[in-house]
């Protein structure tokens, strides 16, 4: 798994990872004030100062407001409680709103900026949080909460190293701050380093052992690692502990699919889409886990689906195609690969797999042709680029095998897996069977089940035995 993602070549897609699952981070100082004895206060003013996110308690912050008894001190600090009680009820727009009546009140309110970044955050405005959090440290260089939350913005915007230094300083102002260490290994987990965020979601759990979305982190990192009952194990305590969690569930059915176990994960994809039927990546995923099961046409009505809801999301039509491509269908899957380039043009996978699609389907010159054009757009120095290098007759399948270098050993047979697919299409495009069959069986052999290379292996030998 990759972030808050399955394993890569279930290709969850990192858009949508992003917004619902992908860096799902935990936003501190979404914190209400009073500020003064509450003795000092209307029973209004007193009930938005302890309250959350309830219409009750926005009620009576408005009522407070409007009252005209408030002085201007107080009015500020109230206006932040409607904003932060707006932010707990996901309606930013009119937190923004409120803040920013705070601040003109009282401009060094840094807590108010620091809640308005969480508002800018939480919209995707990333650069607006990082300048409210950096007005908010500014004003209180001890507001470790703005730390925390600004690294969780560098986290958002892929600046992986600002955002572990922010959440270093946030440790150091608070070393109880169990937030900062769970985001803090969401950043190490963006960096592949999958034994630095374990360490820091232990800690994070350690700290606050009810903390549901540490163990739905830590369980990723497990999962990244190739170590499924452990990242098991994590998700179902994040849903004991969060039954409605939907993206535990959709990681979960990740895992057990990456142990074979299909029902198992057919079962929790379709809980996450339960719980939440806008989610295009539990239908993906739903469809793969069918497809593995045998269950083509299923697998393609989910990806269908997937599509639907989200009609930018280039790995479900990449799915959708390979299932297409087993099945022989070469010309819908060509379509649904040419789809995943427009969306995608610099994947050199997606590059690889419209080649292959074209010319199985007799368009040998046309694939020949687009290859050249897609190729340009490739950084030829990322995996897997040189397998183009292949198709166009730059290199042999001696010199794919060699461009197979990682310091990592488990991508490294990843790789070699993938490699060794790609070397049997070549070979069956070249009326090379014999050749293409041992290629094929090593890739099957070697690939992880969860593989579309393991997949289409299986598929093209079935094929290969009529």
Known sequence: ???????????????????????????????????????????????????????????ACTRAIMSGQLSSTHLAITLYNRGTAWGNKGDYDRAIADHNEAISLKPQYALAYNNRGNAWNHKGDYDRAIADYNEAIRLNPQLASAYTNRGSAWNSKGDYNRAIADHNEAIRLNPLDAPAYNNRGSAWNSKSDYDGAIADFSEAIRLSPQYALAYYNRGTAWGKKGDYDRAIADFNEAIRLSPQYAPAYNNRGNAWSSKGNYDRAIADFSEAIRLYPQDALAYNNRGLALRLKGDADRAIADHNEAIRLNPNYAWAYVNRGVTRFAQGQFESAGADFSEALRLNPNDASFVIWRYLAQSRADHRTAAASELATNAAKVDKATWPAPIIDLLAGITDAAGVLKAVTNSDQKEQREQMCVAAFFVGEWHLLQGRRSEARASLERAERDCPKNFLEYFSASAELKRLSR
């Not at 209400?32 to 003795?39: K, R, W």
């Open 1 to 59: 798994m990759k972030g808050t993602e399955v394993p890569r070549r279930l290709h969850t897609g990192k858009a949508v990872t992003r917004a619902l699952l992908y860096f799902i981070l935990l936003l501190a100082g979404w914190r209400l004030l009073c500020g003064v004895a509450l003795g000092q206060w209307s029973p209004d003013a007193e009930k938005c100062a302890k309250a959350s996110g309830s219409d009750e308690t926005i009620a």
